[in-house]
């Protein structure tokens, strides 16, 4: 019964990027929580500890923005409504919008327009 279903097309957004997110956050919370410990522990009496406390904690800061840096590019979408043909200039981000000439409803789905439910 299982094999008779037909295959359901998934969308191009997913929850990688959300869970990429999270993980790019905790990593640099660790780095720079391991950073502060080490240079407020080890850095009093010697450099030892300043040596690997202060690029544990440059890196707790700058690693997030580093493994987030795709999170932030959009791709532009251009095309024509697919009711009346009016030229759309959005982005990837936007999932739905109305025209602005005819103010029907369409959906972005990964770069291109399609007519809206």
């Known amino acids: 019964m299982e094999a008779d279903r037909p295959d359901v097309p998934k969308s191009g957004r997913t929850f990688d990027s959300a869970y990429s ?14 950073g502060l ?7 009093q009496g010697a450099t030892i500890g300043l040596i690997f406390g202060i690029p544990l904690l440059i890196a707790g800061l700058v690693l997030p923005l580093f493994m987030m840096r795709d999170l932030f590019h959009h791709n532009e979408v251009t095309g024509s409504c697919p009711f009346c043909g009016a030229a759309i200039k959005t982005s990837d981000a936007t999932i739905r919008l109305h025209c602005p000439s005819c103010k029907r409803l369409i959906e972005v789905r990964g770069t291109v327009l399609h007519p809206g439910e």
Not at 21 to 34: P, T, Y
Not at 37 to 43: A, N, Y
């Open 21 to 34: 997110f999270s993980f790019s956050i905790a990593l640099g919370l660790v780095l720079f929580i391991a």
């Open 37 to 43: 410990v080490i240079s407020l522990t080890l850095g």
